[in-house]
């Protein structure tokens, strides 16, 4: 199989079952019903083969290039026929599962992941330490052949859908900083976790508070040994702005798209069209080649901070057009396209704060691709 | 025809030391006719274009290679090609106009154009075909130029009526293609001059130090340095794309990206080079000057944004892009 034959094989497949695949609900707030359609989705395209390509047989996968997964997902973005922010939470913790867990373990999880069985999450980010990861205080303590997990995580999307979680506790004292900090997975069902999901501004329960109270969670769930928590999550972030954001550039083309073919003559500025398509489309180009350094064999590191960064200033700068462009629809409109406008309008404004903010990215960039030094 | 990497690699190096060590332009021509780049164009054009032209952005060096580049789309002759009029500042379309036996010729000659005898000259008609002709340099009345970066070496041409020697001839290939071609090498210069504008500011940073440490530990200067670095990365991706795609479309947007990206890292490295990079005693206004003028050629990246957006607004449609 090569990309050529993926790529026209997986359209027609796409083209025949188009109306099975489509969505049927179209309220932007009814997130379970987005996740209902998206395990749907993922069931149909791992039964029908797509959805294994690009991932090792050891985990269900039928193997070959990553640069699948990476046209599955704009396939199936650029189509609408999914939302690329749950879709690709897939490409952010399978390799990591891949990688670090058991091999027992992820042979028998990651397929479950893959066919839309589960949702995971990833609990990273506390209340207390959110760009400052190394400072996590989420306590586990040894306790035989288990772990007891005390502590609370937020900005946990999806959690309330979740059966697993990926999770970063800290297992060594405080001064250890990132040195003291172990990866778990963990059952979301287990006693002692309470989930209570968050309303943002673009009215979706997008994330979540969770708490743990003295969770149980048997050793053989460490992700790579004791104290290899910090590694786990630097390994795990270049996936964040790698193939996800190669699908969110599928879906942004798509979105632009539909904004020229909706937008009244005269309700945008030629300049600031202009501006936009060429953001995204230095962003896609940047992208394009994170695709193909991965699918060489390349290990992804601090330059995906570039990808971040340009994906974040097209996003927002397509969305602004169509606050500008279909004003009276985003202030005014309660018609289902317009709800859809105005959400995805304010879920843009997102696209600089998620998945390291901005200013994180830069002190990346800063720190490790300029060599600028230590900053303090 | 391609060179394989271990022959780009070398060529590459060959080409940069070639723009290294020419003191001139004319030095620079004989130089890189000398080296068959000429050869490698027609073999390798993408190596051989981003050799030379990110060599003569990163030292501010110049040559007529861009003439050569843009004609040979044209089926230009290498000879000649050194001496194409290209169109002004801020023009993108051919610099003649072929009415009637008049034809007025509005452009810039490339450096070394005065010591020419022939000139090349395109030209369109009311019909929209594409013409070119050898023209005696006496009859294009060339005006040597300090404008904003005298180091360069350009001449305005501006007359209202050159008759040839030779008569018109048909062209082959389009303009579009020329110019896109012209706007891709453009791309890969505006780059060099980013890679050294960035290069002159962080070296900077790391050693001017102020309340007793390196401006480096700032994070106000170094978000400044990081959104340079982003813009120089951005660029080269776009560029890959442009040649991956091999579209005028996709040149356009190269163009665009790298003009756009280049007056981000002008504003940011001059600010974090402060009072010292706004002196003639640093090397800085060089990459700025020259920057700005090659924005200017073919098309600048405000008026093919504008020109960019138009198009998309009248077609309703954001066509294909950058296939996986």
Aim: glycine share 10%; aromatic share 6%.
């Amino acid at each position: 199989m090569d990309l050529d034959e993926f790529r026209s094989g997986l359209d027609a497949w796409l083209d025949e079952h188009h109306d099975e695949l489509v969505a049927t609900s179209h309220d932007p707030g009814d997130l379970a019903a987005d996740m209902a359609h998206l395990s749907k989705v993922k069931r149909m395209t791992f039964d029908a083969g797509w959805m294994r390509w690009g991932w090792p047989e050891r985990v269900g996968g039928l193997g070959g290039s990553t640069l699948f997964r990476a046209y599955l997902g704009e396939a199936l973005t650029g189509r609408g026929l999914v939302e690329p922010g749950v879709y690709s939470m897939t490409e952010v913790l399978a390799p990591t599962m891949i990688d670090h867990a058991h091999p027992d373990v992820a042979a028998e999880m990651v397929p479950k992941l893959l066919r839309g069985e589960e949702t995971w999450c990833q609990g990273f980010s506390e209340p207390d330490t959110g760009s400052n990861l190394g400072a996590l205080a989420c306590r586990a303590v040894r306790d035989g052949d288990v772990w007891r997990v005390t502590g609370q995580k937020v900005w946990t999307s999806l959690a309330q859908h979740s059966q697993r979680c990926v999770l970063l506790v800290r297992t060594g004292t405080t001064e250890d900083a990132h040195r003291g900090i172990t990866a778990l997975f963990v059952d979301m069902d287990s006693p002692g976790i309470v989930v209570r999901p968050i309303v943002t501004m673009h009215g979706r329960e997008e994330f979540c508070e969770v708490f743990f109270d003295d969770v149980v969670v048997p050793v053989e769930r460490m992700l790579g040994p004791e104290g290899n928590g910090w590694t786990v999550a630097m390994e795990l972030l270049p996936f964040e702005r790698s193939t996800a954001l190669w699908h969110r550039g599928a879906y942004l083309h798509e979105r632009l798209d539909t904004l020229l073919a909706t937008a009244e003559p005269g309700a945008l500025s030629a300049s600031e069209v202009g501006a936009a398509w060429a953001k995204l489309f230095a962003f896609r180009a940047r992208s394009r080649m994170t695709q193909h350094r991965m699918a060489s064999g390349d290990k992804l590191g601090p330059e995906t901070s570039v990808d971040k960064i340009l994906l974040g200033t097209a996003e927002q700068t397509i969305f602004d057009l169509v606050a500008d462009g279909l004003a009276e629809d985003v202030v005014l409109g309660d018609d289902a396209e317009s709800v859809r406008w105005r959400s995805e309008f304010l879920y843009s404004r997102a696209a600089t704060i998620y998945g390291g903010s901005s200013e994180i990215q830069r002190n990346i960039v800063a720190r490790r691709l300029l060599d600028l030094g230590a900053d303090r | 025809m391609t060179m394989d990497r271990d022959e780009q690699e070398l060529f590459t190096a060959t080409v940069r030391a070639t723009v290294a060590g020419a003191g001139s332009a004319a030095a620079l021509d004989a130089a890189l006719a000398e080296l068959g780049w000429v050869d490698a164009l027609e073999v390798d054009p993408r190596t051989a274009v981003a050799a030379l032209f990110e060599a003569q952005g990163e030292l501010t060096a110049t040559s007529s290679a861009l003439g050569v580049v843009v004609g040979a789309a044209l089926g230009v002759g290498v000879e000649d090609g050194g001496g194409l009029v290209l169109p002004t500042i801020g023009h993108d379309d051919p610099p003649g106009r072929t009415e009637g036996s008049c034809v007025p010729v509005r452009g810039l000659g490339l450096p070394g154009l005065l010591d020419r005898s022939r000139a090349t000259v395109v030209a369109t008609g009311a019909d929209g075909a594409l013409h070119s002709a050898p023209v005696d340099v006496a009859a294009l009345a060339p005006t040597l130029v300090a404008g904003l970066d005298s180091d360069l070496g350009l001449a305005v041409v501006d007359v209202e009526c050159v008759s040839t020697a030779e008569p018109w001839a048909a062209a082959e290939g389009t303009w579009d293609e020329a110019v896109a071609a012209g706007r891709r090498a453009l791309a890969h210069e505006l780059l060099g001059t980013m890679r050294t504008m960035l290069r002159l500011a962080r070296e900077h940073a790391l050693e001017r130090i102020q309340f007793g440490q390196p401006i480096a530990r700032f994070q106000a200067v170094r978000h400044k340095l990081a959104e340079v670095y982003v813009a120089v990365e951005a660029t080269e991706a776009a560029i890959d794309a442009a040649w991956q795609d091999g579209t005028p479309a996709s040149a356009t947007l190269a163009k665009v990206v790298a003009g756009t990206n280049a007056r981000i890292a002008r504003t940011h490295c001059q600010q974090v080079l402060a009072g010292i990079g706004f002196t003639t005693e640093h090397d800085l206004h060089r990459s700025i000057k020259r920057s700005l003028v090659l924005d200017g050629l073919l098309g600048d990246a405000r008026t093919l944004t504008t020109k960019v957006g138009a198009e998309l607004l009248e077609a309703r449609t954001a066509p294909a892009i950058t296939p996986l």
